[in-house]
């Protein structure tokens, strides 16, 4: 069984996601609101960890390549590293290009959700890391596989998806979001093409969120006018 999948958001009022780009906060409000806010709610949860794109876990992954020698061939199963029963940092990386320097950041242990198709010396580079890895099917697009794993091999039962939009819109696609908690920062971005909550790339005629209804649960303003909102996902009456 999957985990609950909160996707855990913060945007402008136009629904943009790079906050340095934001009109800055009203006098008198704290300039770190922000990603204060973003972490206080996010804590809230008590959720098992967190879930990004590989674009987004760069900026923890910041190890190098090594060659592995004289690897032998390794199962596509799951592999459970150093976890030491921490909360965990998982990285959608089908193509395997995430490097790691250790087994967690902050405390959160990595797992990565990999295709078939990695090679096993990646594998055993992930393995002598101490980071843990799962697969999404054979080219790393079957997120209801890698989701199911999370929740049998390592127990996860809460997990927030975190974006950016790419990500996110893969899972709404796939019809793996459970809940959307989004904060609303009083500030505008305006620009076209920026960055937004939910970013699928498909066809012209293609709706990534067909078949779903969204149900408002809670409605809260916050410090400094910041709204954070909650909805639960469920079949819309035409799917039914």
């Known amino acids: 069984m999957r985990p609950k999948i909160i996707c855990h958001m913060v945007a402008s009022i136009d629904g943009r996601l790079l906050p340095p780009r934001w009109t800055p906060p009203a006098k008198g409000v704290d300039r770190g609101i922000v990603s204060r806010i973003y972490e206080e709610v996010a804590d809230s949860f008590d959720a098992d960890g967190w879930i990004i794109g590989r674009k987004s876990m760069e900026d923890f992954a910041t190890g190098e390549a090594h060659d592995a020698e004289q690897v032998v061939a390794l199962p596509r199963t799951s592999f459970i590293g150093d976890r030491r029963g921490r909360s965990v940092a998982v990285a959608v990386d089908p193509g395997g290009k995430l490097h790691y320097t250790a087994s967690a950041v902050d405390g959160q242990h990595f797992i990565t959700v990999l295709s078939e198709r990695v090679s096993d010396g990646y594998l055993a580079e992930l393995r002598h890391k101490g ?110």
């Open 131 to 240: 980071v843990s890895y799962t697969f999404a099917g054979e080219d790393g697009s079957d997120l209801e596989h890698a989701m199911r794993a999370l929740g049998e091999d390592f127990g996860i039962r809460l997990i927030l998806l975190e974006g950016g939009g790419l990500i996110n819109g893969s899972f709404l696609k796939a019809g793996l979001i459970d809940e959307m908690s989004l904060l609303v920062y009083p500030g505008v971005d305006g620009l076209a093409s920026v960055p937004s909550i939910f970013e699928y790339h498909g066809g012209e005629n293609e709706r990534p969120a067909a078949g779903k209804s969204l149900r408002h649960v809670s409605t809260e303003t916050l410090e400094g006018g910041m709204v954070w909102i909650r909805y639960a996902f469920e079949a819309s009456p035409e799917a039914s």
